[in-house]
Nanobody
Framework: QVQLVESGGGLVQAGGSLRLSCAASGRTFSSYAMGWFRQAPGKEREFVARITRASGVTWYVESVKGRFTISRDNAKNTLYLQMNSLKPEDTAIYYC????????????????WGQGTQVTVSS
């Protein structure tokens, strides 16, 4: 069992930056592949970025490449998402998720989820 708590969301103007954090507690954080997902009103939850357990290899959805950076600090049991050059279409609730195994872009493959943090980008 692992508990996830996101923070760092808020209201920002287009072009601005935010850094999301996901604090994990419970079983060994480093044994989980981690991902960030987002869900905008009226839309399905979509993959944003993911990172492997130890090697830190990352993947991104095309729309955020070059703007967002996922990272993790296994010593602090924390996952991050640095978001730069934010656009109004990035507005959504952002969720972190943990998977006991290989990472995936499919949200149904993840075992644990945080409660989400709202990101709103004004134009």
């Amino acid at each position: 069992q692992v508990q996830l708590v996101e923070s760092g969301g808020g209201l920002v103007q287009a072009g601005g930056s935010l850094r999301l954090s996901c604090a994990a507690s419970g079983r060994t954080f480093s044994s989980y592949a981690m991902g960030w997902f987002r869900q905008a009103p009226g839309k399905e939850r979509e993959f944003v970025a993911r990172i492997t357990r130890a090697s830190g290899v990352t993947w991104y959805v095309e729309s955020v490449k070059g703007r967002f950076t996922i990272s993790r600090d296994n010593a602090k049991n924390t996952l991050y998402l640095q978001m730069n050059s934010l656009k109004p279409e990035d507005t959504a609730i952002y969720y972190c998720a943990a998977r006991a195994g290989l990472g995936s872009a499919d949200p149904t493959h993840y075992d644990y989820w945080g409660q989400g943090t709202q990101v709103t980008v004004s134009s």
